[in-house]
């Protein structure tokens, strides 16, 4: 599973997640950080990244130009990189589905963390 992680989460969580987000990238990583959204959403398009983000803009593109890329939307108040390592964890299996189903372009989680 090939996640594209957008500047509001830090570029260090490529440290910290397992085998199964091998080929993970961060904006950052890819010379995107002075990029508008449109441009990594294309990025992410043509290399076949999931874009994983903590605010809305991806998922406005996806409802006005489909998918893919398709996307995780972490809705959590402000968490810590090892936090959001744990969420994707957590919802490894549901993400695999997710992305296997034609229907659905974005993938929210709602959880609220106790940011230790």
Not at 11 to 29: A, D, T, V, W, Y
Not at 61 to 74: Q, T, V
Not at 92 to 99: G, I, S
């Amino acid at each position: 599973m090939k996640l594209l992680f957008d500047q509001n989460i830090s570029f260090r969580i490529l440290n910290s997640l397992p085998n199964q987000f091998e080929g993970s990238s961060h904006i950052k990583k890819e010379n995107l950080t002075n990029s508008k959204d449109f441009e990594i959403w294309e990025f992410a398009k043509k290399n076949d990244f999931i874009i994983v983000t903590q605010d809305s803009d991806f998922n406005d593109f996806n409802l006005l130009y489909g998918f893919p890329p398709k996307i995780i939307w972490i809705r959590t108040c402000n968490s810590k990189t090892l936090a959001i390592v744990t969420l994707l964890i957590d919802h490894y299996n549901e993400l695999d589905l997710f992305l296997k189903d034609e229907k659905f372009g974005c993938f929210e989680i709602l959880n609220v963390f106790n940011n230790k």
